[in-house]
């Protein structure tokens, strides 16, 4: 399992540097202690020791209000890239009105990712539109593709 560093809470940067100073690097360092115990060893308050064990918990009861673009997030079908290495970095494939730029040096496959991604996509009934790219196949050049 990954030890989650404590630079990823939401700390007040004294704090950070208190706890980074007393050998304090991940979450997992902090687990075994109490609040006083982290105060006292860090040399930080205990209010502010008690920020950090708060900021390290994890929300158990759901916020109740939501943002229009949690919600519109949390229904987004993802469309696979036909490349399971880039759908594990897009956090399982591309999502509908995304924008994805693909790159690399010549030789690379970006010609088939992308004829994979639109074909994925028209298959799924949806539009594809391709901005501002050079040598771009276009899908109308390439009907035995789709």
């Known amino acids: 399992m990954i030890k989650r560093p404590l ?23 902090i687990s075994s202690s109490t609040p006083e115990l982290l105060a006292k060893d ?6 502010s020791s ?19 673009a ?3 997030g949390s229904f987004t079908t993802t469309y696979t890239t036909s490349c399971e290495p880039i759908d594990t970095l897009l956090g399982g494939g591309l999502k509908k009105g995304s924008v994805l730029e693909i790159s690399g ?4 496959p970006k010609e088939i990712i992308a004829l994979n991604i639109v074909k994925t996509f028209v298959q799924n ?17 390439q ?3 789709f």
């Open 105 to 108: 040096p010549p030789g690379t």
């Open 42 to 47: 860090a040399r930080i308050s205990l209010l």
């Open 7 to 29: 630079h990823t809470l939401v700390l007040l940067p004294d704090t950070l540097s208190a706890l980074t100073r007393a050998g304090y690097e991940t979450v997992d360092d």
């Open 50 to 68: 008690q920020a950090v064990f708060s900021s390290t918990q994890v929300q158990k009861i759901p916020p109740q209000t939501q943002s229009a």
């Open 143 to 145: 009907p035995d593709k």
């Open 125 to 141: 009934g949806h539009g594809v539109l391709f901005v501002g790219a050079k040598h771009v196949p276009l899908p109308g050049r």
């Open 70 to 72: 949690s919600l519109v």
